[in-house]
């Protein structure tokens, strides 16, 4: 009796960062992934309560959908974003409905598109990139973080939580780990430094805002309709429920 062979169907994803910020001998470097659809199996990953308490849920998830060899560590998270997306439409559908101020919100998920990047501000390969601060007119270099160095980012917060439990040190250790260099110096301790004690606020506002406009990503955000008639732009919430709506936590 011949044993069954069941293929499952997959789709070809397209990165936002079109593969630029990875090395040419990173599989990312092609710019897609492939994924598989979800099967039960993704269901008793979006349920299991320790990886649900532990936060890394949807990470296990994609890291489950995705057939193409790669290190899931290497994404970064604009790509890691659209991929989140594209396992909710491969799982359940397009169609995704959510709450914002008491009122229900429908949209279509296949209507989200890869922000347009300038191809021409980016060396392929490479993952640094120049920015002088308006204020102080440092020059520093930075990195798009990837889930990896997101991942040192956490560790590193809950380390500074545990010895002191009323600090707040998420904005200030995720800039040491963004800024590459200041003024051409790559040393970590100059880096350190210049967080803790000459990044103006006024520059940080700056830069956030800077990488958030240049970084690779899908676009996360609707606009709705207001009561006076107006549009407002909101973002999409992405959580366990935006999997699968009837999970409860």
Known sequence: ?????FNFPTE???LPSKGLLYPEDNPLSSGK???KYMTAKEEDILTNQNYI?????????LQSLIVSKINYKDLIVGDKNALLIAARILGYGKDYAFTYNGEEVS?????????????SLFERGKNEFEFTLPSSNVNITFQILTHGDESKVDQEIRGLKKLNKSASPELSTRLKHILLSVNGDYEKKTIRDFVDNYFLARDTRA???HVKQFQPDITLTTAIETSDGGLEDIEIPINLNFFWPDVTI
């Open 12 to 14: 070809e994803i397209e």
């Open 53 to 61: 308490q532990k936060g890394i849920v949807l990470d296990k998830l």
């Open 1 to 5: 009796m011949e044993e069954n062979q």
């Open 207 to 209: 830069f956030r805002q």
């Open 107 to 119: 949209i279509d998920l296949s209507e989200l598109e890869n922000k347009e990047i300038d191809e």
């Open 33 to 35: 992934i492939e994924m």
